[in-house]
């Protein structure tokens, strides 16, 4: 693998030469920082915690689209909270850099892991099935194939409804690298009726009740050596919630009409469409339950947080949902509209608007404005202003009440755009451009102003051959 490592203040310093040397000795080859480089996981040796260090990692970093290690040469500078700042700016990790190998070592193996996670998050198993690209949508993915790929931990899934944590939870078994992996068993807690939750989740014998003319497996049963995938696990009632925090905790169960205790191991996958924990401090979800089952938590962003993704989320509807072959495009102005639209069943409402366009769509064009609804059409002029919001209102005034000046709020809600869009388009600055209105020169020279900041003094030796 290759990564790039940067020195601030720049400058060709020993410690940047002698990591480089002690990574390349760990099969990692290093180069000098670039913008070439910058969608390819990084290391910046840092000496304090100043505002020119946090500007460059929030610039590196794609706004945390990219992964950059901090390597503090000194522990001291990562006094007063400076870790979180870094990890603020976009880091994804801070260490200390003390020039043993042993750091090195630690260092490569982070990233490594790292490497090997972003070859599973450009696969086919991912692409195919969870397709974005925006920032926050990968960070979700690099977490999410993390802990299935390197831990057997129970996981908790939250989101809006629509926002596909069936799919998620489908990907964490996939990724799941236990041999033998037994099989998915999914259960809809929201379809469990009470008199017979025993039978579903435990099995019974014949005879166990009236109409029990055969043995059944439960999904304990089932999903023994897998995956079990509970969906909307918060509409469990209280007395099932007891009994499966005994099964997941003891790992023994007993089928309805039997004394025989029988042992069962899955990975327990939950779901649930809202935050649980204030139903936690309010006793309406067991605690000791929602601790089991929250080894990890994973939580999905709706559909308003990652609009960059529809365009390619309604292509892939397209292909996936068109009879013939070579599907067709969708136009600009559809794609601008499916961007401005509000949706409140998140992925699932994008999903069924674009299976009605294709619904109405004939010939080999591209799916045109005349492929909307009559209704749809009437909300086109309804731009979307979602962004503008409480949260947005409120982060204006803590900098005014910070005492951040109007030319201050400016110049940094004009950084950060620019970064964002860049990040959201995988560094491709032209598409950034044209993202926010601007020309490709407005945007280039503000580019070589930030690369005449950070420009590098000398270049690694030996490092990047």
Not at 196 to 216: N, P
Not at 288 to 314: G, H, K, N, V
Not at 389 to 407: H, I, P, Q, Y
Not at 449 to 458: E, F, G, I, S
């Amino acid at each position: 693998m290759v990564i790039w490592i940067h020195s601030l203040p720049n400058g060709d310093e020993p410690e940047k030469r002698a990591l480089a040397d002690l990574l390349r000795s760990m099969a990692i080859e290093t180069r000098e920082y670039s913008w070439s480089l910058e969608n390819a996981p990084g290391v910046v040796l840092i000496s304090e915690c100043n505002e020119n260090a946090l500007r460059f990692m929030r610039d590196a970093s794609l706004c945390g689209g990219s992964r950059i290690v901090a390597l503090a040469r000194e522990k001291s500078s990562l006094a007063g909270g400076a870790a979180w700042k870094f990890l603020e700016a976009g880091a994804s990790d801070v260490m200390s850099w003390d020039g043993s190998p042993q750091t090195a070592e630690n260092l490569a193996e982070r990233l490594k892991r790292w490497n090997t996670i972003e070859e599973i998050l450009n696969s086919g198993v991912v692409k195919g099935n969870l397709v974005g690209s925006s920032a926050v949508w990968k960070r979700v993915l690099r977490d999410v194939i993390e802990i299935a790929r390197f831990s057997s931990a129970s996981v908790l899934i939250s989101g809006e409804s629509g926002t596909g944590k069936e799919l998620v939870a489908r990907l964490i078994h996939t990724l799941d690298a236990r041999q033998n992996k037994g099989e998915l068993v999914v259960l809809d807690c929201t379809t469990v009726v009470p008199e017979l939750s025993g039978s579903e989740f435990f099995g019974h014998e014949k005879g166990a009740y009236t109409g029990a003319v055969s043995s059944r497996d439960g999904a304990f049963s089932l999903a023994d050596g897998g995956t079990l995938f509970l969906d909307e696990i918060g509409e469990l009632p209280h007395a099932l919630q007891a009994e499966l925090l005994r099964v997941v905790q003891e790992h023994t169960y007993k089928r309805v009409g039997s004394n025989s205790w029988r042992k069962t191991e899955f990975r327990l996958v939950s779901a649930s469409n809202r935050d649980l924990r204030p139903e936690v401090n309010a006793k309406g979800f067991r605690p000791d339950l929602y601790y089991r089952i929250t080894s990890w938590r994973c939580a999905l962003p709706p559909l308003r947080e990652r609009r960059e993704d529809i365009p390619a989320l309604a292509q892939y509807f397209v292909t996936t949902n068109w009879k013939q072959s070579d599907p067709p495009k969708i136009d600009d102005d559809v794609i601008e509209y499916l961007m401005a639209r509000e949706y409140r069943g998140n992925i699932r409402e994008l999903r069924q608007l674009v299976l009605r366009m294709v619904q109405r769509h004939t010939g080999r064009g591209v799916i045109t404005t005349g492929d909307l609804s009559e209704d749809e059409r009437t909300q086109r002029n309804q731009r979307s202003s979602f962004w503008l919001d409480e949260a947005f209102a409120n982060r204006v005034r803590s900098a005014v009440a910070l005492g951040a000046t109007m030319k201050e709020i400016s110049r940094a809600a004009e950084d950060l755009a620019v970064r964002s869009a860049v990040a959201e388009e995988q560094g491709n600055w032209h598409r950034a451009a044209k993202r926010l209105g601007l020309t490709d020169r407005a945007l280039q020279l503000r580019r070589a102003a930030w690369k005449q900041r950070d420009k590098p003094t000398t270049s690694m030796s030996g490092s990047d051959q």
